[in-house]
């Protein structure tokens, strides 16, 4: 008795007619398209404000300014700026794992009353505007005496309900087999031991995923540190000191493509590093 196949679909036809080098033909293209506008920006600060207009679609500059980076590191403060960004980042990271990570670990291995009242509300909060909750953030900086400074930032960043990141940890933990809750039960664990010593460890790769997006997230924030740091600029970051290069009647466009690459690097650099735990992380959650 024969089996019946499923039809195969147009798509999938083509696509299996097509030769191979017309596909790697066609991602070499579309990776050109991708790759294009960093690589213009990098071109840029190596140029003169002058030749990033005239040079057009002209890669290579005639002559390498490398003092663009010298001035927006020194003359632009985007030293301070850095440091500023790393600080922030760092801490606001570092709170925003602990807490989805515990967050996560109690919806996705215990069921209680109300659980699913609780997950409806945070599911509920991605539809909620930043833009509206910037008047309670800064109402309550006020408050404590928090809104000119590093602190109050981030807690502001860190503050966020980071609902995908707790539904991710969810997924992940709740996929582990509860053998090993019971064991370290058995020797005398508690909560506390049972989280930081076993299960957070086994997270690393949604950790490094939720750190990725985190970092990401707070690296290249803007709304927030603009208002934070609005009566102090030794408080901005590097998304808000881009402001630095422009002026009342002209615009440092050379000085402003330096600085954009200082500011990306350390992301590429991060991605390259967690790009394998980052892509564990996502097929684990999607998984479970």
Do not use: H
């Not at 309670?136 to 928090?146: A, D, R």
């Amino acid at each position: 008795m024969s089996i019946a196949t499923p039809p195969v679909s147009r798509g999938r036809r083509i696509a299996q007619r097509a030769p191979w080098w017309g596909v790697v033909l066609l991602l070499a293209v579309l990776a050109v398209i991708w790759v294009y506008p960093f690589v213009w920006m990098v071109s840029a600060s190596l140029k003169s404000s002058l030749e990033v207009f005239t040079a057009g679609l002209k890669i290579l500059p005639e002559n390498f300014a490398w003092e663009n980076y010298s001035r927006a590191w020194t003359d632009a403060n985007f030293s301070r700026y850095m440091i500023n960004t790393v600080l922030l980042t760092v801490s606001t990271v570092v709170i925003v794992v602990v807490r989805c990570a515990l967050a996560g670990y109690v919806l996705g291995r215990f069921r209680f009353r109300g659980q699913r009242i609780i997950v409806g509300v945070l599911v509920a909060t991605l539809f909620v505007p930043t833009g509206y909750t910037i008047i309670p953030i800064v109402k309550l900086s006020m408050e404590l005496n928090l809104l000119n400074s590093l602190t109050g930032m981030v807690l502001a960043l860190s503050g966020a309900a980071n609902v995908s990141a707790i539904l991710i940890y969810a997924g992940y933990f709740r996929q582990l087999p509860k053998e090993l809750e019971e064991a370290a039960t058995v020797d005398g664990a508690g909560f506390t031991r049972v989280f930081f010593q076993i299960m957070l460890p086994l997270s690393m790769p949604v950790t490094a995923t939720v750190a990725l997006l985190t970092f990401l997230a707070t690296w290249n924030a803007f709304f927030l540190p603009l208002v934070f740091s609005f009566s102090d600029p030794d408080l901005r970051t590097l998304s808000v000191g881009m402001q630095a290069f422009v002026g009342e009647n002209a615009t440092d466009w050379s000085g402003m493509a330096a600085a954009g690459v200082i500011s990306i690097l350390p992301i590429v650099a991060l991605f390259l590093f967690l790009q394998r735990y980052f892509v564990e992380g996502i097929a684990g959650a999607v998984k479970s």
